[in-house]
């Protein structure tokens, strides 16, 4: 099995999976694993991978081109799902976990800063997945975690004296989608009361974003 993880900060992560039994199952050759620095797929001349919010908002966001470049780039000819860590995401769990281990290829994009440009979900996301509800400083933790939980369901990984056991947010809301520049990326535009300067009118739709994707996603939270 391969798994590519994107990320700000590959040394983290390069020094994580380079332990331990996933180092053992690498060398071995069970697992492939490849970590991928974001900033070498952007195209700002200063290195950057974050914007603001359109419509406002505290922090940056993860901008749409250096996630949607690199994931194009590594996938290649290959068919790989593609996961982004998210506090908001699916939750991890046992069942999840199996259900990725039977992929060949995993694609793990760690997010960042206070989210990611929605277009990145509806363009390469396959899935988005939180590793409980509590807030990371950012997903490299979470990309670990998975790497780990799903490398040892893989033949051969554990060794015979390891064994696979029978294993078994204020106002309770998710957030609403977010968009960064620019405001048409490959023809999905930004929806216009984002870009209206109406606050009242911004509040109102992230309100009912925020209603709605819960409602969708996490029901067990009303
Ligand atoms: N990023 C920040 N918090 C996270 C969580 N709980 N799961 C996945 N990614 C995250």
């Not at 697992?31 to 620095?37: A, L, M, R, S, T």
């Not at 790989?80 to 990725?100: M, N, S, Y």
């Amino acid at each position: 099995m391969r798994f590519d993880l994107i990320t700000i900060f590959p040394q983290m992560l390069q020094t994580a999976v380079n332990e331990s039994i996933l180092k053992r199952a690498q060398v071995s050759g069970k697992i492939k694993i490849f970590v991928h620095d974001l900033r070498d797929y952007t195209k700002d001349k200063h290195k950057k991978v974050d914007d603001k919010p359109f419509g406002g908002g505290p922090g940056m966001l993860m901008s749409a081109q250096p996630i949607v470049d690199a994931v194009a780039k590594i996938k290649g000819r290959r068919k790989a799902k593609v996961i982004l860590t998210c506090p908001t995401g699916k939750r991890l769990d046992q069942c999840l976990v199996k259900t990725f281990a039977k992929e060949k290829n995993l694609i793990i994009i760690s997010g960042h800063y206070e989210g990611i440009d929605e277009r990145v979900r509806k363009l390469v996301v396959d899935e988005s997945v939180s590793i409980g509800d509590y807030i990371l400083t950012g997903g490299e933790f979470a990309s670990l975690v998975m790497v780990d939980a799903i490398a040892r369901l893989v033949p051969g990984v554990l060794g015979k004296h390891e064994s696979l056991h029978c294993e078994s947010f204020e106002e309770n809301l998710l957030e609403y989608p977010q968009y960064t520049r620019p405001a048409d990326f490959r023809g999905l535009k930004v929806p216009d009361v984002l870009l209206s300067g109406n606050h009242a009118d911004i509040e109102k739709w992230r309100k009912q974003q925020a209603h709605k994707i819960t409602k969708d996603k996490r029901p067990d939270l009303f």
